[in-house]
């Protein structure tokens, strides 16, 4: 039978023994934070010596913190903050406060203490004394509660998000149809599943996919304003729940899980574990097919539209740099070997893109084309138009960029695009042909790009621009002039990088 059957690898579905989709582990990984003290100052880590401040006045490399968990203590718990460097928190014996290798676990282990504004308290578990600033010093030497020992925390991932519930362990959703927003989704593949988590004036704003805002009344707010803004109480490992300034917070209630303002949820049921958007993709063939699950198992190339189906969480290895697609329902795209003995299903593909599309490389060495019935095989020896794929992001209709120095979007002092800003700008997406995409600002007009390879946002007419995801909520931007995208130290947008540089690298 080996010798009677083509030559192929023939893709199929593969499940891992996970029994849920839904991870009950934040996708953050370890959470890093900004800190605020009560001047509206950031605890910085200072390049210089060991010096620590609160001379920061926003959210930036040295604001940022990783908070390790070290121990629980009842229903507190014991933290460790460790800065940019590489270097610990640490306060020494007179209470002064530095950045580097503690001696001793007693010299940087702090007793966490959320308060219901949202703030911070960083006791250190060993002598009890607090963690202070005056305006500009930060120390450690009093025993006593005040505000100037309050901090508020600043989640510093990438504002693109979702929210998962471990009570109801559904995501939230918003209906832009009836303006709420219901936690009833078990899945996040749904682009309605993304909210944009802004930061402003010390509280958090959330902005759902079609641009509107949760408010305190029930439905769906237009714009920003202070029926919009909540504190955000954060905890270790990203989770978190909102509340208004009379200490009301947002849970789902009722059979629909209709989230809302209320004074009594259940134990535990207003938490909410904050994660990254993840990248859902549909993948279309050059007969203008796309990949589909039929009966459950089978991949065939037949849907002449996006259906639940047809989307799969591209799910990035660093280590090995493959790639694994993953369904709805849990099942990896796999590859069989049809040699009549027995399955070796293999999730892991070799991706190369090519002006927005993409070849998969399986793991004989082939890569996945389509056969003219529609099957999905791995065959050709060498890549060509019948074994590329238009992706298209599945659950996103705009763009959210992070690069090295900030957020690119528009400022009032520039006029060309940023790549530094703090409140970034949703570039909205408008597909073309698969694999590109026209760049709309939120005013209606596109992208333009001058000969000097920057951008503005009042062009006239659309322009290419070629996405490529190049790691875990990573890509790369090939813009229609050939070069990709990248940000400049100086702050400015730029197309003239030749090749995929640390620059070119956007969060998404």
């Known amino acids: 039978m080996k010798g009677s059957l083509l030559d192929l690898t023939q893709c199929s579905l593969k499940s891992k023994e996970s029994p849920s989709w839904t991870p009950l582990l934040p996708c953050c990984g370890a959470m890093k934070v900004g800190l605020i003290n009560w001047a509206g100052s950031y605890l910085t880590s200072e390049c210089y010596a060991d010096g620590v401040t609160v001379l920061g006045n926003s959210l930036g490399k040295k604001q940022t913190w990783e908070l390790q968990v070290s121990m629980k203590q009842g229903k507190q718990t014991v933290v460790e903050l460790l800065g940019h460097q590489g270097r610990y928190l640490v306060v020494d014996p007179d209470g002064s406060v530095r950045c580097g290798k503690p001696a001793s676990v007693q010299q940087s282990q702090f007793l966490l203490e ?114 919009t803004a909540f504190n955000l109480n954060l905890k270790p490992k990203c989770l978190a729940f909102l509340s208004d300034q009379d200490g009301c917070v947002l849970y789902p209630q009722d059979k629909r899980g209709r989230l809302c303002l209320g004074d009594n949820p259940k134990e535990k049921e207003e938490w909410f574990v904050i994660k990254r958007c993840p990248q859902w993709v549909s993948l279309k063939t050059k007969a203008k097919r796309y990949v589909s699950i039929i009966c459950d198992m089978e991949v065939y190339a037949g849907s002449d539209k996006v259906t639940p189906k047809s989307v799969f969480h591209y799910e990035f290895d660093p280590d090995t740099s493959t790639v694994q697609l993953k369904t709805v329902n849990n099942h990896y795209l796999a590859q069989v070997m049809a040699n009549g003995r027995r399955m070796e299903p293999e999730t892991n593909f070799r991706a190369l893109w090519h002006y927005g599309r993409i070849f998969l490389q399986a793991f004989n060495g082939r890569y996945l084309g389509t056969m003219p019935v529609g099957l999905v095989v791995a065959n050709a020896m060498h890549p060509g138009p019948g074994e590329a794929f238009g992706v298209r992001l599945a659950n996103r209709s705009f763009l959210v960029l992070r690069g090295r120095y900030g957020y690119v ?24 042909k698969p694999g590109i995409y026209h760049f709309q600002a939120h005013g209606r007009s596109f992208w333009s790009l001058s000969s000097d390879g920057t951008f503005r946002t009042w062009g006239k007419f659309a322009l290419n621009f070629c996405l490529e995801i190049q790691g875990s909520n990573i890509l790369a931007v090939l813009a229609p002039n050939g070069y990709y995208m990248r940000g400049d130290r100086s702050g400015t947008l730029l197309a003239d990088s030749e090749e995929v540089t640390s620059e070119c690298l956007w969060e998404f």
């Open 409 to 432: 979007g528009s400022s009032a002092c520039h006029d060309v695009l940023q790549c530094n800003l703090l409140d970034p700008d949703c570039i909205e997406l408008l597909p073309c």
């Open 114 to 227: 959320l308060h219901r504004s949202g703030k911070w308290t960083l006791q250190l578990l060993d002598s009890k004394k607090y963690l202070e600033s005056d305006g500009e010093d930060v120390f450690c030497v009093s025993r006593s509660p005040s505000p100037y020992q309050k901090w508020l925390p600043q989640l510093a991932m990438h504002v693109h998000i979702v929210l998962y519930n471990p009570t109801h362990q559904c995501y939230a959703r918003a209906d832009a149809d009836l303006d709420r927003v219901w936690v009833d989704t078990p899945v996040p593949y749904l682009e309605e599943c993304g909210f944009v988590l802004r930061f402003r004036n010390g509280m958090y704003h959330l902005e759902t996919s079609s641009h509107k805002f949760v408010s305190r009344a029930e439905k769906l707010a237009k714009k920003p304003s202070a029926q």
